[in-house]
């Protein structure tokens, strides 16, 4: 049996309720009226709280800058005023530094990178152990790249406990397309102590993603809702006190551990929370063995069959591949992974040890390049300790490390940065002694790395062992001797097993029968990643029939959809025979945001093309067919945003193109964007403003908090016929609705568009804007309806 903790509800509209402005930064004000910040923590800890959080969601360096107080300052003063709080009350309350989204989309979605991004979170989370903090809280995260580096700046920095939870939409993904899994075992693998989810959605609306969640992890959950829905013409939330907790209540069958209110919410839904569980103790849920896998942030990869692991980012024996690294052209190696992910790699390994490079700056640039390309997760392939931590360290997912051996020191060197960033590890089965010739001494080295891998605090399902394959041209014996280890260890020591399979026919002729041949022996022993070449049809047509054979393809229904599809030849081969640049070509380098490719497509059809023909005949049907993807969930914003930069390739070479003839700019109209008076949020006003530009349209953006007057200025002044206004809080919708009115009064004929994530049509409609738009890409729809 257990309790469950109560956390506090909302600040911010307390602090309002207060007198604090739209506009305000939370943490000035809590600087300059400190008593008022305790006083809402009071009220909070009278209802019922145990823990409650600081008023430091924006105390980061970048939100503040500007401001009279700096970070230290605005830790240290909402610290103090908690607990003071708390010293009054004179219960046992914990006290949680709050901390929300720096403000600035990560590389490859923005420019900040993940290191900077390090650097703001450590500053905040040195000052809040400093001055007292209990528990370090990450919170209305959609991006999980963002979380990861507050994570390690807490985990590295401090030796406080670090919880986290990220703001969801209904459809089970964040904004940027993270999945609940892929959240769920990346965090647990950095050592978090407690995820779950706030803000956003209602206790409803969270209920089934947090059943969700608790399939994938073990650790204490944490639901903090907001109160319902919002309307944005009243400010108010859908549900009262009452409703709330008897909604979350639903919550005791999963067996959550920590539950409070986020938007909407105050210190009487606190109390009602805390009336619902008060006295009760919850019946400990039976705990049931969480899923597990290898993921990106919006693709998990279950460890549960024969899953393919590309073998081609490795530059032994590949001249080009090593051209391609010692001279940083990561656009080449992002292609050949984009090549293994559609041939159907699940797995990529990545290798970037060549002679005279730096393979520690060569991972980092070859694992941030890749991971905004591909979906399917890495993995870290390397000797050197150094490199493998920092491919680790800025892999946005959670990944396998290839390799270390039997060897003690190894181990001791190796399984620790494994433990630190939560990944799976392939132990070779070798030692000191070399390869063992038999399948014996391979399973005794398996067995020891098994041993030190557990001791070091690592799964056994995370434990993968390369049996070895040596080539048969060379040493006849061994193949059988590496499919008897296969066999020992899966069966044995029940773990998961690999091998570089192409190795076994290296030295033969016509290589691809002894390989294939090789592969559904080791296949049926037991092996379950082999490292391939995915591209080579009679490697896969080998796995594909063998997951037929074994039961894994339910009904032959991945077989017989990859060899329906083997007569149709796509038009995009037939081009690249041809070397002609079609529609097909651009619109392949854009959705796989290749910039360079993208931009020498259109260098090249400038040769016999004009520019307005270009962008409205390639261009343009291509950043089309990528939003209808975006729409559908085929793909998500990472890749939404890399294919809009790809096109902008094309797009800066057009436009200096038609500057440097002195004609008319390519301009399709202009367009004012911002986020209205008194909301500080801008994240999605910006990536609007990157689709946007690169249909054609003038861009002018004001920012962010902007005042009513200056929009209607800049409508009077560059005579605007669209304008699109963006609004986070509910309580900047008021500011929405006179900005609207204001644009009325001085411009019949420009139309405006709003959108945001408190908004819905209805709330549109009844604010008197011309559109809606529910996502970046309907902002195209809608600049199309009124500029063309």
Wanted: glycine letters at 8%; aromatic letters at 6%; a negative charge.
């Amino acid at each position: 049996m257990h309790n469950l903790l109560i956390l506090d509800g909302a600040m911010g509209t307390m602090l309002q309720a207060a007198g604090m402005k739209a506009g305000e930064h939370p943490e000035v004000f809590g600087f300059d009226n400190p008593e008022i910040v305790k006083n809402i923590h009071l009220k909070y800890i009278e209802s019922g709280s145990n823990v409650i959080y600081t008023n430091t969601f924006g105390a980061n360096a970048h939100k503040l800058e500007g401001c009279k107080i700096d970070v230290d300052t605005a830790v240290k003063t909402a610290i103090k005023s908690a607990k003071e709080a708390i010293d009054e009350s004179k219960r046992d309350v914990k006290v949680a530094l709050d901390i929300g989204p720096i403000g600035e989309l990560l590389e490859p979605l923005g420019v900040l990178r993940f290191e900077d991004a390090y650097e703001i979170y450590k500053e905040m989370v040195v000052a809040g152990e400093k001055y007292g903090a209990d528990i370090i809280i990450f919170e209305t995260f959609t991006d999980l790249y963002d979380v990861r580096a507050g994570v390690l700046a807490a985990k590295e920095n401090t030796n406080l406990p670090v919880w986290v939870t990220m703001t969801y939409e209904t459809t089970g993904r964040t904004f940027t397309g993270t999945k609940i899994e892929s959240m769920a075992v990346t965090l647990e693998g950095l050592g978090v102590d407690a995820i779950g989810f706030n803000c956003s959605l209602g206790p409803k609306e969270i209920l089934p993603l947090a059943k969700k969640l608790k399939e994938w992890t073990n650790l204490p959950i944490i639901i903090k809702p907001n109160a319902g829905l919002p309307n944005p013409s009243t400010g108010e939330y859908d549900l009262h006190a009452a409703d709330f907790a008897k909604l979350m209540a639903d919550y005791k069958s999963i067996g959550i551990s920590y539950a409070g209110g986020c938007c909407g919410t105050s210190p009487e839904f606190i109390s009602e929370l805390k009336k619902e569980f008060e006295n009760r103790k919850f019946s400990e849920i039976k705990s049931t063995k969480a899923k597990t896998g290898i993921c990106s942030a919006n693709e998990m990869v279950e460890l549960n069959g024969v899953r393919v692991v590309g073998e081609r980012l490795n530059p032994t024996g590949k001249k080009r591949f090593q051209e391609a690294l010692l001279n940083h052209e990561m656009e080449y190696i992002c292609k050949v992974a984009i090549e293994e992910e559609e041939s159907g790699a699940d797995i990529l390994d990545i290798n970037v040890g060549v002679p005279g490079g730096d393979e520690v700056a060569l991972m980092i640039e070859a694992v941030k390049a890749v991971q905004s390309v591909v979906n399917i997760p890495l993995q870290i392939d390397s000797s050197n300790p150094e490199a493998i931590e920092a491919g680790l360290r800025v892999y946005n997912g959670r990944a396998i490390v290839n390799s270390v051996n039997a060897e003690d020191e190894r181990l001791d060197l190796i399984l620790p940065i494994v433990k630190k960033y939560g990944a799976a590890v392939i132990g070779l089965a070798l030692n000191e002694n070399g390869i063992p010739t038999t399948a014996q001494e391979r399973f005794d080295n398996a067995k020891h790395i098994l041993d030190k891998a557990l001791e070091y605090g690592l799964k056994k399902e995370d434990v993968i062992i390369d049996c070895l394959t040596l080539t048969v041209s060379a040493q006849q014996d061994q193949a059988k001797e590496t499919l008897e280890a296969v066999r020992m260890v899966t069966k044995d020591l029940g773990l998961h097993t690999t091998l570089g399979v192409s190795n076994i026919s290296f030295g033969l002729p016509a290589r691809s029968h002894i390989t294939e041949n090789f592969l559904i022996q080791a296949m049926y022993a037991g092996l379950d990643l082999p490292i391939v070449n995915p591209n080579i049809e009679g490697i896969m047509d080998a796995i594909y029939s063998f997951k037929v054979l074994s039961g894994e393809d339910k009904d032959s229904a991945k077989y017989i959809d990859r060899f329906a599809a083997v007569k149709t030849e796509t038009k995009v081969t037939e081009v690249l025979n041809t070397g002609e640049v079609t529609k097909e070509l651009v619109e392949d380098a854009i959705l796989k945001g290749l910039k360079e490719e993208t931009y020498n497509n259109a260098k090249k059809l400038l040769e016999t093309k004009g520019e307005l023909e270009i962008i409205n005949e390639y261009l343009i049907p291509a950043l089309d067919t990528v939003g209808d993807l975006y729409e559908r969930q085929v793909i998500f914003l990472p890749q939404l945003i890399n294919a809009a930069n790809a096109a902008s390739s094309a797009f800066e070479l057009i436009k200096e193109r038609i500057a440097n003839k002195g004609e008319q700019n390519v301009s399709k109209g202009k367009i004012v964007v911002c986020t209205v008076k008194g909301d500080i949020h801008d994240i999605g006003k910006n990536i609007v403003k990157v689709i946007l530009e690169n249909y054609g349209y003038r861009m002018i953006d004001l920012g962010r908090d902007v005042d009513i007057q200056r929009v209607v200025d800049t409508v009077i002044r560059e005579d605007v016929k669209l304008v699109g206004l963006s609004a986070l809080m509910t309580t900047t919708l008021p500011a929405m609705k006179k900005t609207i009115e204001e644009i009325r009064k001085v411009s019949k004929d420009c139309k405006v568009w709003v959108g945001g994530a408190v908004l819905t049509k209805e709330y549109a409609d009844e604010m008197g804007a011309d559109f809606y738009a529910p996502d970046a890409r309907s902002s195209v729809d809608i600049a199309k309806t009124v500029l063309g």
